[in-house]
């Protein structure tokens, strides 16, 4: 006798709409949940922002976790955005994912300053201070803003492009003048330029989100949100200003 599956079905697979989904999408599927997890996105497609090589042995090695982003890990760190893509080699600060390794750079001889841990890695941060007493600005504040900026690092180069001790994009450096490879000249333009955004915005606090984020920014932000502007900020900015600021 002859047995024939009912119309729609194969034997052991019942044709349901669910298994058919998944037959079809399984790839698919699988494809998504390794991107999900950074395996596709780092080793085969090349996306991913892992280290390149292992970490040093005088570097903080951190797992990247589920709702983290770059901007929280280098708040965390006492670092910033620019110098943990820099030094992990990452190219799109928006795009980690769970489970990468990233190497955090350890400074050593931290010292406290208003309640801001300040890293003094060499004799720049004296010539900071400086600066920014010439321009008369705060000199611990303007000292916590190039630390955050680039650790004090004068060749430093950011994932966005900027350049030096005080990251400046190579078209700001060139409308003030100064090579931004130079640390003196770096700082010196940066104090001026900070000491100039103080008398225009009224607060250093304003000053730093000109700095970070332009002034256009800051418009728009004090227009559209008034006393509470810094929720119209991106929220780079905005954990930038309250590193630096220690609020």
């Not at 080793?43 to 991913?48: D, F, K, Q």
Request: hydrophobic letters at 40%; one cysteine or more; glycine letters at 10%.
């Amino acid at each position: 006798m002859m047995f024939t599956h009912p119309q729609g079905t194969k034997a052991g697979h019942p044709a349901s709409p669910i298994f058919r989904y998944v037959t079809r999408h399984a790839v698919l599927l699988i494809v998504l949940a390794l991107v999900a997890t950074g395996v596709v996105g780092g080793s085969v497609l090349g996306l991913s922002t892992f280290a390149a090589g292992p970490c040093r042995a005088s570097d903080h090695t951190y797992y990247v976790r589920w709702g983290d982003t770059l901007g929280a890990i280098a708040s965390r760190n006492q670092s910033s955005v620019s110098r943990l893509a820099s030094y992990n080699h990452i190219y799109n600060v928006n795009i980690i994912y769970a489970g990468e390794r990233l190497c955090i750079p350890r400074t050593a001889a931290p010292v406290s300053s208003g309640g801001t841990t300040v890293v003094f890695q060499n004799g720049y941060v004296g010539v900071a201070r400086q600066e920014a007493a010439n321009a008369g600005i705060s000199a611990d504040l303007f000292v916590r803003q190039i630390n955050q900026e680039s650790g004090f690092q004068p060749y430093v180069v950011s994932y966005a492009g900027a350049i030096g001790i005080a990251q400046f994009m190579p078209g700001t450096a060139a409308g003030l003048g100064i090579n931004p490879y130079n640390p003196y000249q770096s700082l010196h333009a940066a104090a001026r330029l900070m000491a100039s955004y103080t008398w225009q915005y009224g607060s250093y606090a304003k000053a730093l989100a000109a700095y970070n984020a332009g002034p256009g920014t800051v418009n728009r932000a004090t227009y559209g949100c008034g006393a509470s502007w810094m929720y119209c900020l991106p929220a780079e900015t905005q954990n930038y200003i309250h590193t630096i600021m220690g609020w």
